[in-house]
């Protein structure tokens, strides 16, 4: 027969089966922890965005440097020189010269102060690796005559020889020889120095120049707008080509020479075409020029235009450096259409370090004003020849890509930070919240066990010394102390189950041999015994007399409840109370009742009543009708009930525990519980109340039943 059991404490493992970690403490652990990789990665993009602000700003203020130097270097007349000359490249190793455009008429070739400074201040000067230099160019002006200038220097050893005047033989005289190619035509020039009449060793003298052609016959006479100086210093050269303080037998000396050529297509073209005349030619970039200064008694060129090592002066080309990776530089003249640039430059693109595309999207995505606007600065330089445009326009990939080489260092930092939370999150939840969750369930196990008689909490894998494994070695003590209780409850249980199937078996036998001694209905003790039966069926075969009085399953019907108090309060002094006093009502007073279970109740409430009346005070049965009820007060005059009992009097062993029963040790406190059980396995109800009565006097305690009314059948 199945049976429960009731421990102190049983209640604590009353868990529920699904239980979990709650989930405040949940949310709270996993929130802040989210919260922390939230507020990381904020951080590393604040900072991103910050650096984006800081780069953009920077590289305005950059560009805006770069664009002032672009200008104050084309602005230099070099500067002007590459403008006006943007197709020209300069000299090339081995490859013949072409002349350039000066950004001033023309040079005074007659004197050498002059002629270098304005060689010099042009940058016209094609550098060579012996230190030789050479300037070949037009002036900008058609104005000045057609003429081709060639001025340079070089490092020569021993005296100028000069020719002697009047003599055939140039060949004994220091010389240059000139060629000039253009539109198919050459035109070729022997300038031997002259020095004077007597000839001989000079630092100086004029160079004649005599036409040579093809076949390398040359002119009687000199070309008379051939113009040109030859200048030796008296120093030596030191290291570095530079003039030495003293003079060395044997040194190398700088020799300077400046000349003017005649082209006689420009002077053509500039008599035919005065007033239409286009200067500088079209075909400027088409002459070739070879310069070679000889020696006298000699044809090994001191210095030769055409030799390698030649650097080339100044052009637009040489701005691309200063220009960043995608920013370009449009140079075109005034008045030009769009699109028609003298030069187009762009920065040279760096792809020694890639770049992330992930980080480059990200940095594209950082909001940061007016950062998507195109960046443009325009500017002008006035020329001798025309004004001529700039447009610097700017790219900020490069401001990307710088921040992208910073963003991937600091993904570094942010992921080893978010490494370390994410790390101690799942510590935490791995050695803390699934050991409790673990913990919890298995504890709901044991709650589960209890209802069915197992206690088993397992603990394998949770001990340790941590605090967590310390409270599952004392729960599994405790686990094992109750499991020791439980065992004990078991053993008294069925030695209580025993002792009610004894006690029982014992009583019915003198009970049935009673029935025969009292056979009568009308018999008052006939109904004691019938009574005594039916309280002994209850109990019997039942763990425990408070469960035996749940489990009860009561007969109900249609009772007189007037007649039957009646006749209770007449059978009083035969179950030991005596004065019960019961005023009829003269009506039927139909109830839904089991009449054996309400006889029980209603005596052991006078049964109660008897204990704590004053002697010789009676005890008053009063029924009244309610609507649909009828309401029983028991009334007698003991003294009253504490207020915080008058519900506990009902629970199973209270009411041995009150004042008064202990001259009455056999009491169990399970007469109010029967009385309360009855009553509502009848639909009814039972309370107590302390009644008020006159000044100075007590009023006594009244037990209230109310029933539900039924009809007679």
């Known amino acids: 027969m199945a049976f429960g059991l009731r421990f102190p404490g049983a209640e604590i493992l009353s868990l529920p089966g699904r239980i979990r970690i709650p989930l405040r403490l949940r949310v709270f652990f996993r929130g802040a922890?989210?919260?922390?990789?939230?507020?990381?990665?904020?951080?590393?993009?604040?900072?991103?965005?910050?650096?984006?602000?800081?780069?953009?700003?920077?590289?305005?203020?950059?560009?805006?440097?770069?664009?002032?130097?672009?200008?104050?270097?084309?602005?230099?007349?070099?500067?002007?020189?590459?403008?006006?000359?943007?197709?020209?490249?300069?000299?090339?190793?081995?490859?013949?010269?072409?002349?350039?455009?000066?950004?001033?008429?023309?040079?005074?070739?007659?004197?050498?102060?002059?002629?270098q400074q304005a060689v010099e201040m042009a940058g016209c000067q094609v550098q060579y690796g012996d230190g030789a230099?050479?300037?070949?160019?037009?002036?900008?002006?058609?104005?000045?005559?057609?003429?081709?200038?060639?001025?340079?220097?070089?490092?020569?050893?021993?005296?100028?020889?000069?020719?002697?005047?009047?003599?055939?033989?140039?060949?004994?005289?220091?010389?240059?020889?000139?060629?000039?190619?253009?539109?198919?035509?050459?035109?070729?020039?022997?300038?031997?120095?002259?020095?004077?009449?007597?000839?001989?060793?000079?630092?100086?003298?004029?160079?004649?120049?005599?036409?040579?052609?093809?076949?390398?016959?040359?002119?009687?006479?000199?070309?008379?707008?051939?113009?040109?100086?030859?200048?030796?210093?008296?120093?030596?050269?030191?290291?570095?080509?530079?003039?030495?303080?003293?003079?060395?037998?044997?040194?190398?000396?700088?020799?300077?020479?400046?000349?003017?050529?005649?082209?006689?297509?420009?002077?053509?073209?500039?008599?035919?075409?005065?007033?239409?005349?286009?200067?500088?030619?079209?075909?400027?970039?088409?002459?070739?020029?070879?310069?070679?200064?000889?020696?006298g008694g000699s044809d090994q060129p001191l210095f030769d235009s055409d030799q390698p090592d030649a650097t080339p002066p100044f052009s637009l080309a040489d701005l691309a450096p200063l220009l960043l990776p995608g920013e370009t530089l449009r140079i075109r003249k005034a008045g030009a259409p769009a699109g028609a640039e003298i030069a187009t430059l762009t920065g040279s693109v760096d792809k020694s370090q890639p770049t992330?595309?992930?980080?480059?999207?990200?940095?594209?995505?950082?909001?940061?004003?007016?950062?998507?606007?195109?960046?443009?600065?325009?500017?002008?330089?006035?020329?001798?020849?025309?004004?001529?445009?700039?447009?610097?326009?700017?790219?900020?990939?490069?401001?990307?890509?710088?921040?992208?080489?910073?963003?991937?260092?600091?993904?570094?930092?942010?992921g080893a930070m978010l490494a370390a939370i994410v790390l101690t999150w799942a510590a935490i939840e791995l050695a803390m919240m699934r050991r409790i969750t673990l913990l919890t369930k298995r504890a709901a196990a044991v709650s589960q066990g209890l209802r069915e008689g197992d206690l088993v909490l397992d603990v394998s894998g949770l001990r340790g010394s941590d605090e967590l494994g310390l409270l599952a070695g004392t729960l599994a003590e405790l686990m094992q102390r109750v499991n020791d209780a439980v065992r004990r409850e078991h053993i008294r249980a069925q030695q209580e189950k025993d002792q009610w199937h004894a006690v029982g078996h014992e009583i019915m036998s003198?009970?049935?041999?009673?029935?025969?001694?009292?056979?009568?209905?009308?018999?008052?003790?006939?109904?004691?015994?019938?009574?005594?039966?039916?309280?002994?069926?209850?109990?019997?075969?039942?763990?425990?007399?408070?469960?035996?009085?749940?489990?009860?399953?009561?007969?109900?019907?249609?009772?007189?409840?007037?007649a039957f108090l009646a006749e209770v309060a007449a059978n009083a002094p035969h179950a030991g109370v005596e004065q019960v006093v019961y005023t009829p009502l003269g009506q039927p007073v139909p109830v839904q009742a089991d009449a054996y279970a309400l006889e029980d109740a209603?005596?052991?409430?006078?049964?109660?009543?008897?204990?704590?009346?004053?002697?010789?005070?009676?005890?008053?049965?009063?029924?009244?009708?309610?609507?649909?009820?009828?309401?029983?007060?028991?009334?007698?005059?003991?003294?009253p009930i504490a207020t915080e009992q008058l519900e506990r009097i009902f629970e199973y062993g209270v009411s041995s525990q009150h004042e008064g029963s202990g001259d009455r040790p056999d009491q169990r406190g399970q007469g109010l519980f029967v009385v309360r059980t009855y009553l509502a396995k009848m639909g009814g109800t039972v309370r107590a109340q302390n009644d008020i009565g006159a000044p100075g006097e007590a009023g006594g305690v009244s037990f209230v039943l109310r029933l539900a009314r039924a009809k007679l059948h």
């Open 510 to 562: 003198p009970l049935q041999s009673l029935m025969v001694l009292h056979p009568k209905a009308d018999d008052a003790s006939h109904r004691y015994i019938q009574r005594m039966q039916q309280a002994v069926r209850v109990l019997y075969g039942q763990a425990s007399p408070s469960e035996a009085f749940e489990a009860t399953t009561l007969g109900l019907d249609a009772l007189d409840l007037d």
């Open 356 to 414: 992330s595309p992930l980080l480059d999207r990200l940095i594209r995505q950082l909001p940061v004003e007016g950062y998507d606007r195109p960046i443009q600065i325009d500017d002008s330089i006035a020329t001798p020849l025309g004004r001529y445009e700039l447009q610097l326009s700017g790219d900020l990939r490069g401001v990307n890509r710088a921040l992208s080489l910073v963003a991937a260092r600091v993904a570094g930092y942010v």
């Open 133 to 295: 230099k050479l300037c070949l160019a037009v002036g900008n002006s058609a104005m000045a005559g057609a003429f081709l200038y060639a001025v340079g220097s070089f490092g020569s050893e021993g005296p100028l020889i000069a020719r002697r005047l009047g003599s055939a033989d140039l060949a004994q005289a220091h010389r240059l020889k000139v060629s000039v190619t253009l539109r198919g035509q050459t035109t070729q020039w022997l300038a031997p120095l002259e020095a004077g009449a007597e000839g001989g060793p000079a630092t100086r003298g004029r160079l004649a120049g005599f036409a040579e052609d093809p076949q390398g016959l040359l002119g009687t006479r000199p070309v008379r707008d051939f113009r040109g100086w030859w200048w030796q210093d008296a120093r030596c050269l030191g290291e570095g080509e530079q003039p030495a303080v003293a003079d060395t037998a044997g040194c190398r000396h700088l020799s300077f020479f400046s000349v003017r050529l005649p082209v006689e297509l420009f002077r053509e073209e500039l008599m035919a075409q005065r007033e239409r005349l286009a200067w500088p030619p079209p075909d400027l970039d088409r002459v070739q020029v070879r310069v070679q200064a000889l020696a």
């Open 33 to 115: 922890f989210l919260l922390l990789a939230l507020a990381t990665l904020a951080l590393a993009l604040g900072l991103l965005q910050d650096e984006k602000q800081r780069g953009w700003r920077a590289y305005q203020d950059g560009l805006a440097k770069t664009q002032a130097q672009i200008v104050a270097r084309l602005r230099h007349p070099a500067g002007q020189l590459a403008l006006l000359n943007p197709g020209s490249r300069g000299g090339s190793a081995g490859a013949a010269l072409r002349p350039l455009v000066l950004p001033f008429a023309s040079i005074d070739f007659d004197d050498r102060v002059k002629a």
């Open 602 to 639: 209603v005596t052991h409430i006078l049964s109660n009543a008897q204990r704590y009346r004053p002697p010789g005070t009676s005890i008053s049965l009063t029924l009244a009708l309610e609507g649909d009820a009828a309401e029983l007060r028991i009334h007698n005059d003991g003294p």
